[in-house]
Every structure is written in structure tokens, then in C-alpha cells.
């Protein structure tokens, strides 16, 4: 199971951190990744790294403003959010999925959360 939780309403240039607690398995050989779906979009890859952190990718659109990065004892994966933009206004899915290569594409992941929503105003 995963569970999303962090969003909110702030300020655009504000930040925020999304956490996505992990449970129910053993997370060594999966990947987590981090999705967001605007109103009327596509749902869209935001971050992705592997439980080891060998391996981190990211969108243009938030490289460089977004960090993904893990809590091993806590079994989270974070999304710390900063400089945020009203396009960031999207609700938030992490998902988790048991390979080796992270993926970007949705349907790449077989595990979701429930969805955070995060809304930035101008």
C-alpha cells in the first residue's frame, strides 16, 4: 500500500513536501516514482528514483526545483517541492513498481497512492 499525504495551498515561489509511506512489502528492488494530474490533463511523470537512490530522474519541467528522496526507516519516499509555479497545480500520485530501470509512464507501475492534491496561487 501506499499512502500519499503533504499537499496544500501555498504562495507561488513557496514549497512544499509530499511523503508517500510505503507498506505491506519489501521495497529493495522497486522503484518509486512521483505523477501529477492538472484538471482536464494527462496524468504526468514528475520524479522517479530507485529505493537505492543509484538511479533519479526528473521532468524539465521541475529539475532543479523538485527533489525526490527516501526515508529508509520510515519505508517514505519524499517529494520536497520548492519555487513552485501555478502550472504546479496538479493532484500528486506516488506509485511503486518492482523493477530494475525506473519508468516514466504510467502504466509502467503497478502500485498507486491515493493522490495529494497541491495547489499553488499566483
Known amino acids: 500500500q501506499l499512502q500519499a499525504s503533504g499537499g496544500g495551498l501555498v504562495q507561488a515561489g513557496g514549497s512544499l513536501r509530499l511523503s508517500c509511506a510505503a507498506s505491506?512489502?519489501?521495497?529493495?528492488?522497486?522503484?518509486f516514482g512521483w505523477f501529477r494530474q492538472a484538471p482536464g490533463k494527462e496524468r504526468e511523470f514528475v520524479a522517479v528514483?530507485?529505493?537505492?537512490?543509484?538511479?533519479?530522474y526528473y521532468a524539465d519541467s521541475v529539475k532543479g526545483r523538485f527533489t525526490i528522496s527516501r526515508e529508509k526507516a520510515k519505508n517514505t519516499v519524499y517529494l520536497q517541492m520548492n519555487s513552485l509555479k501555478p502550472e504546479d497545480t496538479a493532484v500528486y500520485y506516488c506509485?511503486?513498481?518492482?523493477?530494475?530501470?525506473?519508468?516514466?509512464?504510467?502504466?509502467?507501475?503497478?502500485?498507486w497512492g491515493q493522490g495529494t492534491q497541491v495547489t499553488v496561487s499566483s
Open positions: 505491506g512489502r519489501a521495497f529493495s528492488s522497486y522503484v
Open positions: 506509485a511503486a513498481d518492482a523493477r530494475v530501470i525506473p519508468g516514466t509512464r504510467t502504466h509502467e507501475y503497478t502500485y
Open positions: 528514483r530507485t529505493w537505492s537512490g543509484d538511479l533519479t
